[in-house]
């Protein structure tokens, strides 16, 4: 069984511009979840998705972050535009339950971003 | 404070001893999860504890949970250098809560 994938594995990008990452869950994982750890700090929830709803997004930083699960396959996140405080390791996680959304969650190696 | 406050923040054994970290956490939880971080990668969960069991094994790892206290521990036994990473604990009902996590050095 193929784990958590994320893509790019590293972005460095300048102030302003903007940044998609992307998640493809394990195959048949009903919940997607989001999260970041900015350096220093510990890894913060941003949203969870079941399916392609958004059941929680009381993490997102602001307006600018924007998350979306066509079809609830794969992930993405834009940030539009980056702010420096955007810098940080983002993290994706899947897990199977629709019931028991509390399951055991499988991680992604995470995209690094570098805003400059 | 945070949810799933490690402790300590670091520790540094030797290869063989047995290693013992503590977490604290804060609000009603479903179950609490460990996982573990190799340097630049991403995190690998280790075990779950349901909020009504006491105590968990698996492997070299045994776990318990003291819900009146609010806090869990992960004992990791005959510690080996590749158990060097940085462990998080990570309360979890709907979403996972996270704490700073302790970073192990196992010296050879």
């Known amino acids: 069984e193929a784990g958590v994938t994320q893509f790019p594995s590293h972005s460095v990008i300048e102030k302003g511009q903007t940044v998609t990452l992307r998640c493809d869950p394990i195959s048949g994982h009903d919940n997607l979840y989001w999260y970041r750890r900015v350096m220093g700090k510990e890894i913060k929830f941003l949203l969870h998705f079941v399916k392609e709803s958004k059941q929680d997004e009381s993490g997102m930083p602001n307006n600018r972050f924007l998350a979306e699960r066509t079809g609830g396959t794969y992930s993405t996140l834009k940030v539009q535009p980056a702010e420096l405080e955007d810098s940080g390791v983002y993290f994706c996680?899947?897990?199977?339950?629709?019931?028991?959304?509390?399951?055991?969650?499988?991680f992604g190696p995470g995209t690094r971003l570098t805003v400059l | 404070s945070q949810q799933g406050e490690e402790d300590p923040q670091a520790l540094s054994i030797q290869e063989g001893e047995n290693a013992t970290m503590n977490c604290s956490y804060k609000t009603s939880i479903n179950n609490l999860q460990w996982y573990r971080q190799n340097s630049g990668r991403g995190l690998v969960h280790l075990i779950l504890i349901r909020s009504n069991e006491r105590e968990k094994h698996s492997g070299r790892l045994r776990v318990t949970l003291d819900t009146s206290k609010k806090s869990s521990s992960l004992l990791i036994t005959a510690s080996r250098a590749a158990d060097t990473a940085s462990y998080f604990c990570a309360g979890a009902n709907s979403k996972l809560t996270f704490g700073k996590g302790i970073t192990l050095s196992v010296r050879p």
């Open positions: 996680a899947s897990s199977r339950r629709l019931a028991e959304s509390t399951d055991t969650q499988y």
